[in-house]
């Protein structure tokens, strides 16, 4: 249907080219407020499945999209979620990314992706988002200490945090179970044989890398291991720099451990490159164990031994806590906490 619109005094009418709702409305020999339920992702359950297919193929036909600067402003919602990343270029968040995206995307949202970086500051990226109207934010880059934590709570702003948890669990998460990872990598190798094992730890100032050490330390008491024969060394950033820094001031101690379990599979990999410096050998010289789980580290040499977080699950469960809030629906647990799984490759064996 080709709608006409009356133009000023004195000109002639011309053809609009962009189809409405009514236009859609009318092909199918519906109401409008029919096609505006079967187009909503949140709505369409409250048409028939073969009248929603049929209006959804007669407005693909027509060309119609749903105008979201106006169903704004009847709505008082924009569909946009913010997400705030730590590094974009980190190969462990696309899987994180892609759980919450899909999710979003299922119910009608689109994701705007902001990658805060080493110098860009997260408070004035979050209020460069809510000045876009979002209607809310997922963040993975907050410490446990964070004043951005007060300023979403002071915006009113719905906003969780996945693969990260604040000290005082003021916000609703999604995160791995970090204490459980830690745990699977000590006792499997424990059950290698090995009494000598170190820990490349994340920043203190970031949940993982707290939680993580925490975890570190409680399964090697379990395990009846000596301080001083788990020590640790903290890596100031979750990079593979950081990681061969830490892994050589381990290897240069006294008592040289014959495995160590980093804190996540990046600062793995600068063990492997710290172990070459030393003219060392994975896994005969000394095993390591990764966290992650991150894409190609099957690729490695060795093949890295590492505790797999369920990333798509999280970035998942990220957007169910949000829509949940968003919509004003109170959950049952705003901390999810997913259990993770080890998974045994070429970069662990029997210590000699």
């Known amino acids: 249907m080709t709608r006409m619109v009356r133009p000023a005094s004195g000109s002639r009418e011309v053809a609009s080219s962009r189809p409405t709702i009514k236009d859609v409305a009318a092909r199918c020999g519906v109401h409008p407020s029919t096609v505006s339920r079967a187009l909503s992702p ?13 209006i959804r193929a007669a407005a693909n036909a027509l060309g119609y999209r749903l105008n979201m600067a106006a169903k704004g402003l009847r709505t008082g919602r924009s569909g946009l979620i913010g997400v705030l990343a730590p590094d974009i270029a980190d190969p462990g ?30 408070q004035d990226l979050v209020d460069r988002l809510i000045a876009r109207g979002v209607d809310g934010l997922v963040l993975a880059t907050v410490t446990l200490r964070d004043d951005v934590v007060q300023h979403c709570l002071d915006a009113a ?13 003021l916000l609703p998460s999604a995160a791995s179970d970090d204490a459980a990872g830690m745990r699977l990598a000590v006792e499997h190798l424990v059950g290698l044989g090995h009494r000598r094992i170190g820990h490349v730890a994340g920043p203190q100032h970031i949940s993982t890398g707290v939680r993580r050490r925490a975890g570190f330390e409680a399964s090697a008491r379990d395990a009846g291991l ?30 040289r451990p014959t495995a160590i379990v980093a804190a996540n599979d990046l600062l ?11 003219g060392l050998a994975c896994p005969s010289d000394v095993s390591v164990v990764g966290h992650n789980d991150m894409p190609f580290v099957d690729l490695v040499s060795p093949p890295l031994t590492t505790v797999r977080i369920a990333q798509r699950d999280m970035g998942e469960a990220a957007a169910r806590l949000l829509l949940a809030r968003i919509a004003g629906r109170g959950v049952v647990d705003e901390h999810v906490v997913l259990p993770p799984q080890l998974i045994i490759r070429g970069s662990t064996a029997r210590p000699r």
């Not at 949140?42 to 049929?54: G, I, P, Q, S, Y």
């Not at 968040?93 to 500051?121: C, K, M, R």
Request: charged share 20%.
């Open 42 to 54: 949140a709505m369409k359950h409250l048409v028939a499945t073969d009248v929603a297919e049929r």
């Open 226 to 255: 000596s301080a001083r024969h788990t020590p640790i060394e903290i890596a100031d950033t979750y990079t593979r720099d950081a990681g061969r820094e830490s892994a050589l001031r381990l290897l240069a101690r006294r008592t």
């Open 157 to 169: 702003l719905p906003v969780v945090l996945v693969n990260r948890v604040d000290a005082a669990g």
């Open 93 to 122: 968040f696309p899987p994180v990314l892609s759980g919450i995206a899909d999710h979003l995307n299922a119910e009608g949202y689109a994701t705007i992706v902001v990658d805060v970086g080493s110098t860009g500051s997260e």
């Open 268 to 278: 793995a990999l600068g063990v492997y490159d710290a172990l070459a410096a030393c």
